[in-house]
């Protein structure tokens, strides 16, 4: 026996704007200290508070293009004109070494994932659209045009949760988390998925 580590597990984690995605991550994270989350980098501004290498590695669109080009992303997307992608350096070290990993992204970067490396993917759903946009105006960092396209872009990111392997509703914000805890030790134990789809409340929100 070689004495290595058995590999970790990659965990992707993605939701439409507004549905508690990030807080959910950190509330896992907080409660699962085996979990490494991955900085992604990105050409978005950074907004106030923002710490370069904390929320994201902050680049210019030049040098993500050679990233992207030399193959250094895992996954990388277009989000609402701003460039986000995951670095191989940043995520296979991690697994290899025996711990897991975590990913926050979006929809399109999760299908690019899913199809080069194994992994554990789940969707987050808001309760209803109605809080959907209730969360989004209570951030307090768009403006009314960007709030606007971002729900108009949530059916379609909503529209995808079904490739995903699981999915969670921040509705109750401690059961959510819950659930996430709930797949996390399901995967590690090599146990089946919960297989809750939530398919009414997908109904609902991809309704016109």
């Known amino acids: 026996m070689s004495g ?3 590999p970790g597990t990659l ?5 439409p704007s507004g ?3 990030s807080t959910l991550v950190n509330a896992l994270l907080e409660r699962e200290p085996g979990i490494a989350l991955s900085i992604s980098h990105t050409t978005r501004a950074p907004r106030p508070g923002d710490v370069d290498g904390l929320q994201y590695h902050f680049v ?6 050679r990233m992207a080009a030399d193959g250094d992303f895992l996954e990388h997307a277009n989000v609402f004109g701003n460039c986000y992608g995951t670095s191989r350096g940043a995520v296979e070290p991690i697994l ?7 990913l926050e992204i979006d929809w399109q970067g999760a299908a690019q994932v899913r199809a080069k490396i194994s992994c554990v993917s789940i969707f987050i759903l808001p309760p209803s659209r109605a809080e959907l946009e209730r969360r989004l105006r209570a951030r307090g960092t768009d403006d009314a045009a960007t709030i ?3 729900l108009a872009a949530s059916r379609e990111e909503i529209a995808h949760a ?3 392997d699981c999915i ?11 659930q996430l805890q709930a797949i996390v030790h399901a995967a590690r134990a090599g146990e089946a998925l919960p297989a809750d789809r939530h398919a009414a409340l997908l109904a609902q929100l991809l309704a016109t």
Do not use: C, Q, W, Y
């Open 162 to 164: 079904h490739e995903f």
């Open 19 to 21: 549905a508690g995605k």
């Open 148 to 150: 606007a396209r971002r």
């Open 60 to 65: 210019d669109r030049a040098r993500f293009e």
């Open 4 to 6: 290595r580590p058995a």
């Open 96 to 102: 290899t070494s025996g711990r897991d990993v975590l």
């Open 168 to 178: 969670v509703v921040n509705d109750r914000f401690d059961e959510a988390v819950a």
């Open 11 to 15: 965990f992707i984690v993605a939701a």
